[in-house]
């Protein structure tokens, strides 16, 4: 069965870098496209950017530009989003989800990771 | 960019039928697909480009997509129902994904 299995909730100071993996199985995994969402406390879900496991390409959300990277490692089908710079406004639960192809949803979720950044 | 607009909250009596709404300028020419989120857990999809149900999610769940409204209908309201419901459509002009700012749905 389809699987994004996430790393475990991260506490960071501000100003530094934090690291998100998800691990997929139960697919091929370059078939789909990786892309991450994120949710701070009590508000709603931000799309962050996309990762191609074809060909390493991404596409990230202007807001995040400059300050997020997404790559990939074929060997171990894992995905990993780096987010720079934090702030107390990255305080937030991180989602991948992974995507077929154009017109088509996000359709398996990861169980998602708690980035605190606190001083 | 590109908004996409719902109402804060929606609530139903149990047993009734719930339509929660999604609105974009011509959303009708784009695929729309919606999200059913839990309290503490990660989304599931529930609809998707418009009318699809994905296997495992009941036929009570319905959507329509026509000029700037998109619709998710819920029949026969379950408490389990209980959720927010998010809508989302990829933005052809800046090559993003953007969702709506979700819809919590009570059943009384």
């Known amino acids: 069965q389809v699987q994004l299995v996430q790393s475990g909730a991260e506490v960071k100071k501000p100003g530094a870098s934090v690291k998100v993996s998800c691990k997929a199985s139960?697919?091929?995994?370059?078939?789909?496209?990786m892309h991450w969402v994120r949710q701070a406390p009590g508000q709603g879900l931000e799309w962050m950017g996309r990762f191609s496991t074809r060909d390493g390409t991404t596409t990230y959300a202007q807001r995040f530009q400059g300050r997020v990277t997404m790559t990939g490692d074929t060997s171990t089908s894992t995905v990993y989003m780096d987010l720079s710079s934090l702030t107390s406004e990255d305080t937030a639960v991180y989602y991948c989800?992974?995507?077929?192809?154009?017109?088509?949803?996000?359709?398996?979720w990861g169980q998602g990771t708690l980035v605190t950044v606190s001083s | 960019s590109y908004e996409l607009t719902q109402p804060l909250s929606v609530s139903v009596a149990l047993g009734q039928t719930a339509r929660m709404t999604c609105g974009g300028n011509?959303?009708?020419?784009?695929?729309v697909h919606w999200y059913q989120q839990k309290s503490g857990q990660a989304p599931v999809l529930v609809i998707y480009?418009?009318?699809n149900r994905p296997s495992g999610i009941p036929e009570r769940f319905s959507g329509s997509n026509s000029g700037n409204t998109a619709t998710l209908t819920i029949s026969r309201a379950q408490a389990a129902d209980e959720a927010d419901y998010y809508c989302?459509?990829?933005?052809?002009?800046?090559?993003?994904?953007?969702f709506g700012g979700g819809t919590k749905l009570t059943v009384l």
């Open positions: 480009r418009d009318t």
């Open positions: 011509n959303i009708g020419s784009k695929n």
């Open positions: 989800a992974r995507h077929l192809n154009s017109g088509w949803p996000l359709d398996y």
């Open positions: 139960g697919y091929s995994f370059a078939t789909y496209y």
């Open positions: 989302q459509v990829w933005d052809s002009s800046t090559f993003n994904w953007v």
